[in-house]
Structure formats: structure tokens, C-alpha cells
RNA sequence: GUCCCCGUCGUUCAGUGGACAGGACAAUAGAUUGCGGAUCUAUAAACAGAGGUUCGAAUCCUCUCGGGGACACCA
């Protein structure tokens, strides 16, 4: 990785001048390497200068010029070093950036598959939408983003596995047997309750619920999920937590701990003394386990299966309920910085300029189907994932139709499109995954700024899965795609690849090669496909 | 009442301590007897307001205004 290469060098120089006493001895502070916002600027820059002119009695400039002659000695990936008000600017040289080359063409599909998540166990639980109706976009926000999610990380060397909760028993299983049946404490709404009612006879809320919920998995939600293009490892159900007694294995543990009291008749967690705002009942008067007391034996299952690291995404609406999961870890004897939590803001739906409440329980809502059925599940995907999940959605459904047409998407899509084309071209062959690559080639040929450009995005597609993986912001990948796409599109206006000149050819069809590459990993990670045609 | 999230070009989103605040759509002006014009090139346009911390703030702190959410022995 090139932002470590810099780190090191950095700290190296730096070293180098406290050694030969041209820089009083201090403790290096975290080196910070990014890009310039201002591309001629260089390909890398640092701020460290600021940082270390107060240890040193020397104002940042001078600071910085000290850096660059040192760095300037030593022989490495750095061309050239500017100073700019302070920054030190560094230029990487053309030949890194051509060797890239020769690698990601040899890498294919692991091209960006990194090591920082050391083989360790990720639990990537998401959607988890109770079993009493269809999947809303809501559901598709967090789906898509816990989807992606999930596969930057096993891209960035994780193990990961992706679950889905089934809360199957409950208050809101009885209320949906209501809903069924038609009485008066019904609750939900919609075509769908109609449908069941004409499939479901009796009177027996309670098995009525049971059924309906059933139904509603197996036929509504995991078609739905089906049709997301996501593939859950675990469906997770919370009435085995019972069955397999569970739950009173859990309120034994935390009762033996000391982490339990009795008060008013009912069974309370500590939950306050570690972090969280109130204590939390796990048996009620009455004796029933309420739904904490089944989601700390769910936390605790998740841990006993050898999950480290365990991810959550949440609506807003179940916003502070990390603070009681990360209470009870603590509890059962885990970290509390395992169990990490993304809260997934809630999707506002307008019509005509005017809000419309969405819910389940109104009956009012657009389901994640009739959105994908509209708009297809690339512009679906990409629509949510370029949206950071903590901000709030403002959706608005002949918007979105209409917008399909433009989404950027196909820009990205297009790309691939005329990649493969060039290759078929070239190859004579029908298909473009049959290219057999050249590996004798002069990539000096290569020297035109977009030539170049493209390969430096090829490097950042690494910081990207890094970065991600560090700090679950997924959207930043339909960013990157957007910017992969247009180097390309770029290089494609100004760089004939097929003409008489063999070796320009050879070295420019090789470049192209490695961007269908790196495009196709890129769209792998977003789940979206990645057309020879459209 | 207490707590949380959000407020950025006309629109919709990026940017969470760095250098002139990015992109997409819309607008305007250009580019094709060349590998797919679903493209490229260029122009105009925004940090809700007021203080503070800092060499440096859209970003951190305080207050104000506006929008949403959470505060169950429901899940």
C-alpha cells in the first residue's frame, strides 16, 4: 500500500534529520496521508509538517523544506516533492504506477482482496424485518448497505457471515393473528392481510399469528430478499432461542454474575451501572420473557459461535438499543467494542411535495418489490448505496422512475460495456472473457495523463476497500465506481487503443484489460452486474 | 421535558480538522466521415444563522432557527 510507503519514508526522514541534529528530538505524531483535493498538486500529500513546527521552534514551510531534501536523497517511488504553504506534496512516479499493471493482470478477481481483517468473525446481522409483512424501502436501505457491506469486508480479508434475525414470536406475531382474523385488536394493514385471511381459517389468534408469519417469510420477504440479490448465511429464528432454552440459559449466566435484581415483581438487568440510560426487564410480573431477555440469548449464540466482531444495522427507530447490547456483552464476559451498531436513518416517502406517512401498520408504504420492479435492481442498488445510511432519505417514487433513466449507473455499466467491446474487437473473439493476456509488454508506452490517471485509479480502489472496511461508509463505493468509469471514459476520448502502432497497442489494450478488472471487482462489491452489452 | 440524527449549488447526494467545498441531474456553450455519443470538454451555481476552540472549521464546542426520530414489564 502506497499510503504506508509514505508513512514509513516520512518517519524515516524525519529520523534521519533528529539523528544529524537538524531537528530536536521528539515523539513522531500519527503521520496522515492523503490525497490533495487539487490533482496538480501530486498524487499524495501530508500535513505533518504543521504538526511537528510547534515541537521544533520552526514555522511549517521551514519544517517542510528540511522533509523534502531529506526525502529528495533516498531513492524510491517518489518523483518529486513540492511544498505548498506548508503541505509537502508528493508526485509518485510514473514507473509505480505503470507495475501496477503486470499485477492487477496477473491478480484478476482477488486484484484488492487485502489482509487487515486477519481471517477474524464478522457477524453482519441486517434487514431483520419482523415476519408481518413485506419488505418496505426502508428495509431495502439497510438490506442493500449491510449487503455491500459485508462484501467489502470479506474483500478486506474478514470472514464473514451474513444473518438475518427472525423475531417469530411475540406480541407483534399475536397482533398480526388479529390483523388476520379481523377482530378488534388488529393492527396491521394492507392487500397482504386480505390474501391471508382467505388461506388462513380459525380463531386461535395465537396459531393464526403463527401461520400468517409463515407465510409472510417463506412467501413475502425471502423472495423479496431473493430479488435484492442478497444471500443471508443464517435466518436466525427467535423461537429456537427458546426451544433450545436459550433464553433461560442467558438469565441464569446474568443472574449468577450479579448483573440481576428483582423489583415489583419482575426480573431486571443492570444494564444502567454499564452504560446504558436505564435497567431493562428480562421476565415480567406476569412471568413472560420479553424481547431483550431473547436478544441477549441471541447476543450471547452470536459469541458462543466464535464471532468477534459482531455488526448491526438498525433503523433509527431502535436507536439506543446498541447501549443494551453492549451492556450485556460486557456482561456475558465479552469487549463492548464488538458489538458495533449502524443506524440506518428511515425513508420518507413524498408525493406530490407532501410527505405520506409510511408504515405497516397503515397499510401505506412502497415495498422494495415494486421498487425493483420499476426500476431494476442495479439502479435499486445504486440509488441506496450512494447515500450515506445516517442521513435521511427523502424518496419520492415517479422521482426516482423518472431519474432511472440518468442514474449514473449506466455511465459505470457503460464503461464495462465498451471495455468488452474493445476486447472483442481486438481478440476476434465473442466474448470478452476469453482475451488471453500478454504478459511481454513495454508498458513505458504508456505516458499520456489519462493513461496514467487511470492506473492511479486503480491504486485507490486498494485505499477504498481499506477505508471502508475501517469505517462501514459504503458509499463511498458508488463514488468510486463514478470516478473508475469516468478515467476511462477519459482515456477512451483521447487514447486510440486499436491502431498500427503494435507496441502502443499491446501495452494500451493491457491497460484496458486491467480496468475491466478492477471495474468488474468494483461492481462485484455493489452487487450490481457488470453487461458485455446493453 | 431528556436524548439522538439531519440542515451543503435550482434538485439530489459526497466531503466529519487541511490548501480554491466535489459529483450526478437540470441549465448554457462546444466535440463524432475514428475501438459503442448511455460518451467527452468547458461555463455558471451552495456550507441555515451567530459566537468560540485551532496555524487551519462544512467538519469539534455553545447558543438560536428549521426538519425527523427515540424515551414500554411492545418488538
Partial sequence: MIKEELETIIENAIKNLQKKGELSAFSIPKILIEHPREKLRGDYSTNISFLISKNIAKNPVEAAMLLKSEIENEKSIIQKVEIIGGFVNFFISDDY????????????????????????????????????????????????????????????????????????????????????????????????????????????????????????????????????????????????????????????????????????????????????????????EDGIKTYFASDMAYLRNKFKRGFNHLIILLGADHYGYVARLKAGAYALGYKKESVNDIVVQLVKLFEKGKEVRMSKRTGIYITIDELINEVGLDVARFFFLTRGSNTHFNFNLDLAKEKSDKNPVFKVQYAYARICSIIKKSFGHKSAGKAKIKSKINYEALSEPSELNLIRQFVIFLEVIEDTARDYQVQRMPQYSTELADAFHSFYESCQVITEDKELSQARLNLVLATKIVLKNTLNLMGISAPEKM
Avoid at 408481518?132 to 474478514?158: I, Q, S
Avoid at 431473493?226 to 444471500?231: N, V
Fill in 97 to 284: 504506477f505503470r507495475k501496477q499493471l503486470p499485477v492487477i493482470l496477473k491478480k484478476k478477481n482477488n486484484f484488492g482482496n487485502l489482509k487487515i481483517g486477519k481471517n477474524e468473525k464478522v457477524n453482519v446481522e441486517f434487514i431483520s424485518a419482523n415476519p408481518t409483512g413485506p419488505l418496505t424501502l426502508g428495509n431495502g436501505r439497510g438490506g442493500f448497505c449491510g449487503d455491500v457491506l459485508a462484501n467489502v469486508l470479506a474483500k478486506a480479508g474478514y470472514k464473514v457471515k451474513r444473518e438475518y434475525y427472525i423475531n417469530d414470536i411475540g406480541n407483534q406475531i399475536n397482533k398480526l393473528g388479529h390483523s388476520v382474523i379481523g377482530n378488534e385488536h388488529a393492527l396491521y394493514k394492507g392487500e397482504y392481510i386480505i390474501e391471508l385471511r382467505k388461506k388462513i381459517k380459525g380463531n386461535n389468534f395465537e396459531k393464526v399469528g403463527e401461520r400468517a408469519s409463515k407465510i409472510i417469510l417463506d412467501k413475502m420477504i425471502k423472495p423479496s430478499v431473493k430479488k435484492m440479490g442478497i444471500k443471508f448465511d443464517f435466518w436466525f429464528s427467535e423461537k429456537s432461542l427458546y426451544k433450545n432454552k436459550e433464553v433461560d440459559k442467558v438469565i441464569e449466566e446474568l443472574s449468577k454474575k450479579g448483573f440481576t435484581y428483582k423489583s415489583e415483581g419482575a426480573l431486571w438487568f443492570k444494564s444502567r451501572d454499564l452504560g446504558d440510560d436505564k435497567d431493562r426487564v428480562l421476565i415480567r
